[in-house]
C-alpha cells in the first residue's frame, strides 16, 4: 500500500537560520508531490507541486524553495527562516485518482 | 481557475444534531469534488469524493455529500453528531484530468457539543 512520511513532526528554529523538511513516498511510482502551509486558523496554501525529477512548480514568491533528487522525495528549505515562515506544512502525493494523501505534518515555529 | 467557498468558518452542533458544512464550488469544467478532515496536529484525511456517477457521495464515518450542478454546491452532512467528528472540514475542488490543481477552501471548524 501506498504511504507518505514527514518528518519532522515539530520543529522550533531560530529567525534566520535554514530549514529542510522532508517527505517520502512508499508504495508508487511517479507521483505528482506537493508542499501546503497552513498558518493559524487559515486554510491551505499551495506552495510547491512537483509531477517529476527536478521539475518543480511555485505557486507563490516566497522565502522557500522545494526539490525533488528523486521520484519518491520531496523537500522544503530555506536558506533563512522569517518569522512569517511559522506555520503547518503538509506534503502530499496524487496518482491519478484525483485525490490528495497527505503527510502528518510538521509544526513549524520560528523564534 | 476553479475556486471553494465553504460558508461557515465554525459550526457548532448538539451531540445528536444534524450537522451540515456547506461548500460552493467555482469550476470552468465539470469538477472533481472532495472533503477532507483534519484533527489537531494531524494531516488531511479524505472523507469522500465525487467523480462521476451518483450525485449523492457516501463517505466515513456515516458522512455524505450531495453534488448539485445547478447549485453549484457540495454540501457535507451527517444525520447524527458524535463528539469525534469535532474538527475542522476542508471542501476541494479540482478540475478534470488536471489534478496537480486541487483548490481547497478556507474550512470550516465543527464543534460538537455535549
Known amino acids: 500500500s501506498q504511504t507518505i512520511h514527514q518528518w519532522p513532526a515539530t520543529l522550533v528554529q531560530p529567525v534566520g537560520s535554514p530549514l529542510s523538511l522532508e517527505c517520502t513516498v512508499e508504495g508508487t511510482s511517479n507521483p505528482n508531490l506537493y508542499w501546503y502551509r497552513q498558518a493559524a486558523g487559515r486554510g491551505l496554501q499551495l506552495l510547491f507541486y512537483?509531477?517529476?525529477?527536478?521539475?518543480i512548480s511555485s505557486e507563490v514568491p516566497q522565502n522557500l524553495s522545494a526539490s525533488r533528487p528523486q521520484d519518491r522525495q520531496f523537500i522544503l528549505s530555506s536558506k533563512k527562516l522569517l518569522l512569517s515562515d511559522s506555520g503547518f506544512y503538509l506534503c502530499?502525493?496524487?496518482?491519478?485518482?484525483?485525490?490528495?494523501?497527505f503527510g502528518s505534518g510538521t509544526r513549524l515555529t520560528v523564534v | 481557475a476553479q475556486s471553494v467557498t465553504q460558508l461557515g468558518s465554525h459550526v457548532s452542533v448538539s451531540e445528536g444534531a444534524l450537522v451540515l458544512l456547506r461548500c460552493n464550488y467555482s469550476?470552468?469544467?465539470?469538477?472533481?469534488l472532495f472533503w477532507y478532515v483534519q484533527y489537531p496536529n494531524q494531516g488531511l484525511q479524505l472523507l469522500l469524493k465525487?467523480?462521476?456517477?451518483?450525485?449523492l457521495v457516501k463517505g466515513i464515518n456515516g458522512f455524505e455529500a450531495e453534488f448539485k450542478k445547478s447549485e453549484t454546491s457540495f454540501h457535507l452532512t451527517k444525520p447524527s453528531a458524535h463528539m469525534s467528528d469535532a474538527a475542522e472540514y476542508f471542501c476541494?475542488?479540482?478540475?478534470?484530468?488536471?489534478?496537480?490543481?486541487?483548490?481547497f477552501g478556507a474550512g470550516t471548524r465543527l464543534t460538537v457539543k455535549p
Open positions: 476541494a475542488v479540482s478540475e478534470i484530468f488536471n489534478n496537480n490543481d486541487m483548490r
Open positions: 469550476s470552468s469544467v465539470p469538477p472533481y
Open positions: 502530499a502525493w496524487s496518482v491519478r485518482d484525483y485525490g490528495y494523501t
Open positions: 512537483s509531477i517529476g525529477i527536478d521539475q
Open positions: 465525487y467523480t462521476t456517477g451518483a450525485t
